[in-house]
Nanobody, 123 residues
Framework: QLQASGGGLVQAGGSLRLSCAASGRTFSSYGMGWFRQAPGKEREFVGG???????YYAASVKYRFTISRDNAKNTVYLQMNSLKPEDTAVYYC???????????????????WGQGTQVTVSS
């Protein structure tokens, strides 16, 4: 089970760090993904981190967001810098099951979606 936290209200240009805490002993065996969903829009891939720590990002957040993981704490982080109003969304984490034929941005590739955390960026 996954629990995202750390959202809030921040001004444009500010920073937030989201956390996604996992329960269970197999956290380190899975890659993890971050997604976001703005009102009226589809859930959108933000980025992810592999079991080995490789990271990958959507073009819209690359160089502004950083994903990391601490397997000892069963937690994955999303550091968000230089936030923009268009980053406003509910942010979700999920376990990457690496299902064959499904790309990184495909929500069907992921499971154990945690409850989201709201991020609001004011202009």
């Amino acid at each position: 089970q996954l629990q995202a936290s750390g959202g809030g209200l921040v001004q444009a240009g500010g920073s937030l760090r989201l956390s996604c805490a996992a329960s269970g002993r197999t956290f380190s065996s899975y890659g993890m993904g971050w997604f976001r969903q703005a009102p009226g829009k589809e859930r959108e891939f933000v980025g992810g981190i592999s079991v080995g720590g490789s990271t990958y990002y959507a073009a819209s957040v690359k160089y502004r967001f950083t994903i990391s993981r601490d397997n000892a704490k069963n937690t994955v982080y999303l550091q968000m810098n230089s936030l923009k109003p268009e980053d406003t969304a509910v942010y979700y984490c999920a376990a990457d099951l690496d299902r064959p034929g499904l790309g990184l941005a495909n929500t069907a590739r992921y499971d154990n979606w945690g409850q989201g955390t709201q991020v609001t960026v004011s202009s």
